[in-house]
Protein backbone atom coordinates (compact mmCIF):
# COMPACT_ATOMS: atom_id res chain seq x y z
CA UNK A 1 0.00 0.00 0.00
CA UNK A 2 2.91 2.04 1.19
CA UNK A 3 4.65 1.83 -2.26
CA UNK A 4 1.65 2.51 -4.13
CA UNK A 5 0.98 6.00 -2.88
CA UNK A 6 4.83 6.34 -3.12
CA UNK A 7 4.44 5.70 -6.72
CA UNK A 8 1.38 7.69 -6.94
CA UNK A 9 2.66 11.05 -5.72
CA UNK A 10 6.01 10.71 -7.71
CA UNK A 11 3.60 10.63 -11.17
CA UNK A 12 1.62 13.82 -9.74
CA UNK A 13 4.91 15.26 -8.80
CA UNK A 14 6.13 14.70 -12.04
CA UNK A 15 2.74 15.65 -14.62
CA UNK A 16 2.88 18.56 -12.24
CA UNK A 17 6.48 19.28 -13.51
CA UNK A 18 5.36 18.76 -16.76
CA UNK A 19 2.49 20.80 -17.18
CA UNK A 20 4.40 23.76 -15.66
CA UNK A 21 7.59 25.84 -16.39
CA UNK A 22 9.59 28.48 -16.41
CA UNK A 23 9.10 29.99 -19.69
CA UNK A 24 11.20 32.97 -18.85
CA UNK A 25 14.31 30.77 -20.02
CA UNK A 26 12.84 31.49 -23.55
CA UNK A 27 13.24 35.46 -23.68
CA UNK A 28 14.25 36.79 -27.16
CA UNK A 29 16.24 40.21 -27.21
CA UNK A 30 15.59 39.95 -23.64
CA UNK A 31 12.22 41.36 -23.20
CA UNK A 32 9.55 38.57 -25.39
CA UNK A 33 8.74 35.07 -25.23
CA UNK A 34 8.60 33.30 -29.19
CA UNK A 35 5.20 32.86 -30.28
CA UNK A 36 5.82 30.81 -33.42
CA UNK A 37 8.70 28.94 -34.97
CA UNK A 38 9.20 29.65 -38.61
CA UNK A 39 11.83 28.32 -41.15
CA UNK A 40 13.43 26.82 -37.30
CA UNK A 41 13.34 30.83 -35.94
CA UNK A 42 11.50 32.14 -33.12
CA UNK A 43 9.40 34.90 -33.52
CA UNK A 44 6.82 36.72 -31.23
CA UNK A 45 3.61 38.16 -32.57
CA UNK A 46 3.00 41.92 -32.17
CA UNK A 47 -0.83 41.10 -31.53
CA UNK A 48 -2.81 39.52 -29.30
CA UNK A 49 -5.18 36.37 -31.34
CA UNK A 50 -6.27 34.95 -28.14
CA UNK A 51 -7.75 38.44 -27.28
CA UNK A 52 -10.74 37.93 -30.30
CA UNK A 53 -11.23 34.56 -29.14
CA UNK A 54 -11.81 36.13 -25.34
CA UNK A 55 -13.91 38.71 -27.09
CA UNK A 56 -15.66 36.04 -28.33
CA UNK A 57 -16.55 33.78 -25.95
CA UNK A 58 -16.24 36.10 -22.65
CA UNK A 59 -17.56 33.25 -20.61
CA UNK A 60 -14.01 31.63 -21.01
CA UNK A 61 -11.87 34.31 -20.48
CA UNK A 62 -9.28 33.64 -17.38
CA UNK A 63 -9.21 35.14 -14.07
CA UNK A 64 -6.67 35.85 -11.20
CA UNK A 65 -3.54 35.46 -13.78
CA UNK A 66 -0.64 37.56 -13.38
CA UNK A 67 0.06 40.40 -15.78
CA UNK A 68 4.02 41.18 -16.41
CA UNK A 69 5.85 42.66 -19.09
CA UNK A 70 6.23 40.03 -21.27
CA UNK A 71 3.00 38.69 -20.52
CA UNK A 72 0.69 41.80 -20.73
CA UNK A 73 -2.28 39.68 -20.50
CA UNK A 74 -0.89 37.07 -17.81
CA UNK A 75 -1.03 34.04 -20.47
CA UNK A 76 1.51 33.17 -23.14
CA UNK A 77 0.49 31.56 -26.70
CA UNK A 78 2.41 29.26 -28.87
CA UNK A 79 1.26 29.14 -32.63
CA UNK A 80 1.87 26.56 -35.31
CA UNK A 81 1.35 26.35 -39.21
CA UNK A 82 -0.20 23.13 -40.62
CA UNK A 83 -1.10 23.16 -44.47
CA UNK A 84 -1.46 26.95 -44.48
CA UNK A 85 -3.77 26.74 -41.65
CA UNK A 86 -2.55 28.20 -38.16
CA UNK A 87 -3.31 26.81 -34.85
CA UNK A 88 -2.77 27.39 -31.35
CA UNK A 89 -0.21 24.78 -29.86
CA UNK A 90 0.48 25.87 -26.78
CA UNK A 91 -1.26 27.86 -24.32
CA UNK A 92 0.01 28.95 -20.84
CA UNK A 93 -1.31 30.83 -18.06
CA UNK A 94 0.99 32.46 -14.97
CA UNK A 95 -1.03 33.11 -11.64
CA UNK A 96 0.62 35.49 -8.67
CA UNK A 97 0.08 31.84 -6.46
CA UNK A 98 2.59 29.97 -8.95
CA UNK A 99 5.97 31.59 -8.25
CA UNK A 100 6.66 32.60 -11.77
CA UNK A 101 5.76 29.15 -13.14
CA UNK A 102 3.75 29.29 -16.46
CA UNK A 103 1.27 26.54 -16.49
CA UNK A 104 0.32 24.79 -19.70
CA UNK A 105 -3.76 24.24 -19.76
CA UNK A 106 -3.74 24.06 -23.89
CA UNK A 107 -6.00 20.65 -23.33
CA UNK A 108 -8.39 22.93 -21.17
CA UNK A 109 -9.13 25.22 -23.20
CA UNK A 110 -8.92 23.87 -26.66
CA UNK A 111 -9.40 19.84 -25.99
CA UNK A 112 -8.95 19.04 -29.69
CA UNK A 113 -7.15 20.28 -32.86
CA UNK A 114 -10.30 21.08 -34.44
CA UNK A 115 -10.76 23.37 -31.42
CA UNK A 116 -6.93 24.99 -31.66
CA UNK A 117 -7.58 26.52 -35.38
CA UNK A 118 -7.90 29.91 -34.76
CA UNK A 119 -10.94 30.38 -36.91
CA UNK A 120 -12.27 32.72 -34.75
CA UNK A 121 -9.66 35.90 -36.22
CA UNK A 122 -9.23 37.63 -39.85
CA UNK A 123 -7.18 40.13 -40.10
CA UNK A 124 -3.12 40.59 -40.23
CA UNK A 125 -0.46 39.20 -37.99
CA UNK A 126 2.90 40.43 -37.80
CA UNK A 127 5.36 38.44 -36.52
CA UNK A 128 8.91 39.63 -35.64
CA UNK A 129 12.25 38.32 -35.03
CA UNK A 130 15.78 39.41 -34.38
CA UNK A 131 17.60 42.78 -33.65
CA UNK A 132 15.51 45.34 -32.54
CA UNK A 133 15.54 49.13 -33.56
CA UNK A 134 14.06 51.69 -32.31
CA UNK A 135 12.22 53.77 -34.73
CA UNK A 136 10.75 57.12 -33.61
CA UNK A 137 8.53 55.84 -30.93
CA UNK A 138 8.46 51.94 -31.74
CA UNK A 139 10.74 49.42 -31.84
CA UNK A 140 11.53 47.33 -35.39
CA UNK A 141 12.87 44.18 -35.75
CA UNK A 142 15.12 42.44 -38.64
CA UNK A 143 13.12 39.85 -39.86
CA UNK A 144 9.35 40.20 -39.92
CA UNK A 145 6.66 37.61 -41.42
CA UNK A 146 3.33 39.08 -42.34
CA UNK A 147 -0.09 36.80 -42.82
CA UNK A 148 -3.06 37.56 -44.45
CA UNK A 149 -5.74 35.04 -42.30
CA UNK A 150 -8.95 34.32 -42.90
CA UNK A 151 -11.07 32.59 -40.18
CA UNK A 152 -7.79 30.79 -39.54
CA UNK A 153 -6.51 29.94 -43.08
CA UNK A 154 -3.18 31.95 -43.92
CA UNK A 155 -4.29 33.62 -47.46
CA UNK A 156 -1.00 35.09 -47.95
CA UNK A 157 2.10 35.83 -46.14
CA UNK A 158 5.06 37.90 -46.99
CA UNK A 159 8.62 38.90 -45.18
CA UNK A 160 10.43 41.74 -45.19
CA UNK A 161 13.49 42.74 -43.60
CA UNK A 162 13.83 46.10 -41.52
CA UNK A 163 13.93 48.35 -44.34
CA UNK A 164 11.51 47.01 -46.28
CA UNK A 165 8.99 46.48 -43.23
CA UNK A 166 9.37 50.51 -42.76
CA UNK A 167 8.53 51.08 -46.34
CA UNK A 168 5.40 48.45 -45.87
CA UNK A 169 4.07 50.42 -42.60
CA UNK A 170 4.83 53.93 -45.02
CA UNK A 171 2.89 52.32 -47.48
CA UNK A 172 0.12 51.15 -45.73
CA UNK A 173 -0.10 54.16 -43.36
CA UNK A 174 -0.98 56.32 -46.81
CA UNK A 175 -4.37 54.41 -46.74
CA UNK A 176 -5.06 54.45 -43.41
CA UNK A 177 -4.64 58.13 -43.59
CA UNK A 178 -7.90 58.01 -46.24
CA UNK A 179 -10.18 56.16 -42.98
CA UNK A 180 -12.14 58.16 -40.27
CA UNK A 181 -10.69 55.98 -38.23
CA UNK A 182 -7.53 58.35 -38.78
CA UNK A 183 -9.12 61.18 -38.40
CA UNK A 184 -10.82 60.24 -35.27
CA UNK A 185 -6.78 59.32 -33.58
CA UNK A 186 -5.60 62.47 -35.24
CA UNK A 187 -8.17 64.64 -33.54
CA UNK A 188 -7.38 62.37 -30.44
CA UNK A 189 -3.18 63.14 -30.54
CA UNK A 190 -4.33 67.11 -31.04
CA UNK A 191 -6.75 66.79 -27.83
CA UNK A 192 -3.30 65.74 -26.05
CA UNK A 193 -0.92 68.22 -26.96
CA UNK A 194 0.42 66.25 -30.21
CA UNK A 195 1.64 68.03 -33.24
CA UNK A 196 0.26 66.27 -36.27
CA UNK A 197 3.60 65.15 -37.16
CA UNK A 198 3.82 63.32 -33.94
CA UNK A 199 1.09 61.58 -34.33
CA UNK A 200 1.88 60.73 -38.13
CA UNK A 201 4.89 59.50 -36.96
CA UNK A 202 3.61 57.36 -34.38
CA UNK A 203 0.49 55.71 -36.11
CA UNK A 204 2.76 54.94 -39.29
CA UNK A 205 4.95 52.64 -36.87
CA UNK A 206 2.31 51.07 -35.20
CA UNK A 207 -0.48 50.86 -38.07
CA UNK A 208 0.22 47.22 -38.38
CA UNK A 209 -0.91 46.54 -34.28
CA UNK A 210 -4.41 47.50 -35.61
CA UNK A 211 -4.93 48.23 -39.12
CA UNK A 212 -5.88 44.56 -39.85
CA UNK A 213 -7.96 44.88 -42.46
CA UNK A 214 -5.68 45.25 -45.84
CA UNK A 215 -2.55 43.45 -47.52
CA UNK A 216 -0.82 45.10 -49.96
CA UNK A 217 1.88 44.05 -52.49
Same mark, same amino acid.
Request: charged share 25%; aromatic share 16%; with cysteine.
Given at each position: ??????? &????? &???? @?????????????????????????????? $??????????????????? &?????????????????????????????????? @???????? =????????? $??????????? +???????? =??????????? &????? @????????????????????????????????????????????????????????????? +?????
Amino acid at each position: MLKTSLI &FIIML &FFCK @GYAQTNLYDYYENGRYLDNISINNTGYFAK $KDLMKSYFELYPAKKLKGL &FETLASPKGYHTVYEIENNEIYVKEFWILKKEDN @GLYTNITN =EIFPTKTDR $KIDWYSGLVLF +TSGKGTLN =EMNVNYEKNAL &FEINK @GNIVMSQHFNLEQILDYKARLFQIFKKTEEYKIHKKEGRDRGWRDSTTDAFEQDIVLDYYN +TIIIK
